[in-house]
Each structure stands twice: as C-alpha cells, then as structure tokens.
C-alpha cells in the first residue's frame, strides 16, 4: 500500500469522529486534504458541522467541498480538531509545519478539546528530527534569529519558495533547524520559544489525545 492510501483511510477514520453539530479545527496538508474531502462528503449526505480552518488553503479546499466556516473568534473552544504530522514519535511528540501552517495549527490544537493526527505509516520514527523543525520568525528580526541559532549548533535554513523568500499565511518566515541530536525537546523547544521574534515553533510535544496512522490497508489507533 502507498503513503497516499494510508493517508486516506486515516482521514476517512477520522470523519466517524465527527458527530452532528460539532466544531470542527480542519488542518492543513496532504492528508487533512483527505479528511477535508470525506467531511465535505458527510456534510452532503446530511452531516451537521462546522470547521475552522488553520491555513488560507485549508479554507478553500474546505469551501470547495461545502463545509460551513467560522472564525476561531466564533467558535471559542472546538470540539476536535484533526491534523496531519511531518512527524510522531511513540510519546505522541510531534513535529508538525512542513506546510508552513503550524502557528494556526497550534492555535487551533490548543483551542480543542480533543486532538487528532492522521498520518501514513511513513511518518512514524523512533526519534523526531529527521524531519527539520520549523521555527516561525517575524521578518524583522529573521537574519538575527539565523545566527543565534547557528550559535546553538542547529544549522538554519531560511524557508524558500521559488527563489524568495518563504511566507507564511501571517507573512512571517520559517528557519528550518536541525534538532535530531538534541535529546530533552521541552527544553530545546523553551530555549527557542524565549528568543525574541521568534512566533511558534513544529514541536507539538503534548497536544495530541489520538494517531490515526493508515498502515497498509488498516488503520491504526
Ligand atoms: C502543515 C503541517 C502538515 O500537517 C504536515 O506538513 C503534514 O503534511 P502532509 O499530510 O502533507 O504530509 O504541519 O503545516
């Protein structure tokens, strides 16, 4: 079986969790774009819910399928909200933001009661960090930020898209770091937290209550 039909029958086991009348934090990526669809599907056939989207591309595949939207603003607490991973370790320890979304992914995770990652096996390790972690910087202190965390021995890359400069849906930059050595990631992730100009980092290290991995043909809980 491919990563593609993992991701799949992950997020369409993610849908039998949403029930009539709840709000609903849509992630963002490959395989939220899988339970967007099966949502979209539900919805059709009678489905009563609404979503809050955590990226600009989310909202369009979500309108595109026929969900109802509402703002964060309007919706306070959500009652699940489903997202994909880069990566997940056996702590349930994440790095997520390989798509650039993980600031309102997290806002959307922290304003949930019930989280849920959907993901192929592929993305499975025993240690997270062969993944890069992305680090969210405001534009105006990113270069700085790069040699601070050079200094830190986490060799920096500047997030690009066809040769600019990668932006996310806040307009901010992303500073992908190296963190497969670093053993105590509370700390690493406090250290990068603490400097200032820096928004969010890809460590989702105590959000999630479920992994819904597609391994072959079978899900996985
Ligand atoms: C986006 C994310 C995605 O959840 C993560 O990148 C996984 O994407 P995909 O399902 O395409 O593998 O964090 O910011």
């Known amino acids: 079986m491919n990563a593609e039909n993992e991701k799949w029958i ?10 009539n009348g709840m709000l609903v934090g ?36 979500a309108k595109q399928a026929g969900i109802s939207l509402i703002s964060l603003d309007d919706a306070g607490t959500m009652d699940i909200n489903i997202d994909g991973a880069d990566e997940f370790d056996p702590k349930f320890q994440l790095i997520k933001g390989g798509g650039g979304a993980l600031l309102r992914e997290k806002i959307l995770a922290h304003n949930s009661r019930f989280n849920i990652i959907i993901a192929d096996s592929g993305k499975k390790v025993d240690r997270l960090g062969k993944f890069k972690l992305p680090v969210e910087t405001i534009p105006f202190a ?3 930020i790069i040699s601070e965390l050079h200094n830190m021995d986490l060799k920096p890359q500047l997030r690009m898209k066809n040769n600019e400069v990668y932006k996310t849906d806040e307009n901010n930059c992303i500073i992908d770091v190296d963190i497969f050595q670093k053993d105590d990631l509370q ?16 460590f989702f290290l105590t959000s999630t209550d479920i992994i819904l991995m597609g391994q072959g043909n079978k899900v996985v809980t």
């Open 142 to 144: 990113t270069e700085i």
């Open 187 to 202: 700390e690493l992730n406090n250290l990068l937290i603490q400097i200032p100009g820096v928004v969010e980092t890809g």
């Open 26 to 61: 849509l992630g963002s990526g490959s395989t939220a774009a899988f339970m967007i669809a099966e949502l979209g599907k539900r919805v059709a056939g009678g489905l009563i819910m609404k979503g809050i989207p955590s990226s600009d591309a989310t909202a369009k595949l």
């Open 10 to 19: 992950a997020a369409v086991a993610s849908a039998d969790y949403v029930k």
